[in-house]
């Protein structure tokens, strides 16, 4: 439980302790967190005398939801003054400083560590990509050192990989088809699973099957053998997350002619399309079901069928009628 996000349930709980004017570590202990989890709980919420658990429920829900803007996001001003400082090699500890002691820009301050991690989301963090360079040790992306008694971390499968920051911006915008999110649906037991890829301007869908396992070399081999199904001029970009089934990209690149991405780590929105999609073929190949049992027949049919619906989003036209238009204009 120790630095799990507090529910409902111990919200309410919270509440009844403190009506039964119960100490907050009797309430802690009751439901097996530290007091301090329950204390910070109860002073952000009204104190004692105010706590509602409906609203600090609310509340939470509302500081947890995803994607939220950074303090760099929320303050371009902030921003602008920590770039021009680091461009003139001023280290991120003394910015910091310096800003906490004049009060900050509009009554915001930031800490050291929230600049590195600015200056290493290379641009996703509000903060402009490539300053890293400015820095003592010029490093583009962190190293990771490990703590007492800790294993060395292994190096990334991926090697040297394109982060979605460099993607085309033309990607972001759903304007131009043939900019694709990838991703694995797992099946029972991580024994199963197959590809999905999607384009972000039409949602036309892609679904390979994977016999041999979803080992990177069975992904390199199901994913061009997907793309082939794609003209050359729509093979634009694929952006995926970070998992060791792509450590072929390098190859997938060189193979159908497509730039890879990748997104950040654990940031499921920077793919939202995939994400989107994958829930829509759950309905029809179940969450803790064995994948192995669909063959790439049963997968195209599936697929057909996504790509054929009406969908709200095109005013009732398909994915496919998208598609093919974009096919049809590439000899028009």
């Known amino acids: 439980m120790a630095g799990a996000v507090l529910s ?18 009797d309430i802690a202990r009751r439901l097996g967190r530290v007091p301090s989890t329950v204390t ?28 939220r803007d950074t303090t760099f996001q929320a303050n371009p001003e902030l921003a602008h003054h920590v770039e021009d400082r680091l461009r003139a090699k001023d280290s991120p ?18 800490s050291p560590e929230t600049i590195y991690q600015g200056v290493y989301a290379h641009g996703t963090r509000g903060l402009a990509q490539g300053l890293g360079c400015h820095l003592h040790r010029k ?30 911006p033309v990607a972001a915008e759903r304007t ?14 991580g024994k199963s699973a ?4 999607i384009d972000r301007a039409s949602r036309f869908n892609l679904i390979g099957d994977l016999p041999g396992g979803h080992g990177a070399e069975n992904v390199l081999a199901c994913c061009i ?11 634009r970009s694929l952006t995926w997350d970070q998992g060791r089934e792509m450590a072929r990209h390098d190859d997938l690149a060189d193979a159908v002619g497509i730039d890879v991405f990748f997104a950040e780590p654990h940031s499921p929105w920077m793919r939202p399309t995939n994400e989107n999609f994958n829930g ?16 790439q027949d049963d997968l195209d049919v599936i697929s057909h069928r996504i790509n054929t619906m009406p969908r709200r989003i095109f005013q009732w036209a398909s994915a496919e009628d998208h598609y093919n238009a974009a096919v049809v204009a590439l000899t028009a």
Do not use: M, W
Request: hydrophobic fraction near 30%.
């Open 40 to 67: 910070r709980e109860v002073k952000r919420n009204g104190g004692r005398s105010r706590y509602c658990a409906v609203t600090a429920q609310g509340q939470s829900e509302r500081l947890r939801s995803r994607p």
């Open 139 to 168: 490093r583009s992306r962190r190293r990771r050192r490990c703590r007492a008694g800790e294993t060395p971390k292994k190096a990334s499968p991926l090697g040297t990989f394109n982060l979605i920051t460099q993607r085309p």
């Open 225 to 235: 053998e997907l793309f082939e199904r794609v003209p050359v001029e729509l093979r």
């Open 93 to 110: 500890t003394t910015i910091a400083i310096e800003l906490a002691r004049a009060g900050g820009i509009s009554g915001d301050t930031v």
């Open 176 to 189: 131009e088809v043939g900019h694709f999110e990838g991703d694995l649906i797992i099946g029972a037991g």
């Open 194 to 197: 197959i590809v999905t890829l």
């Open 8 to 25: 409902a349930h111990e919200r309410e709980e919270i509440r009844v302790g403190l009506e039964a004017a119960e100490s907050l570590s």
């Open 280 to 295: 829509l073929l759950r309905r029809y190949v179940g969450k803790g079901t064995d994948l192995s049992i669909y063959s």
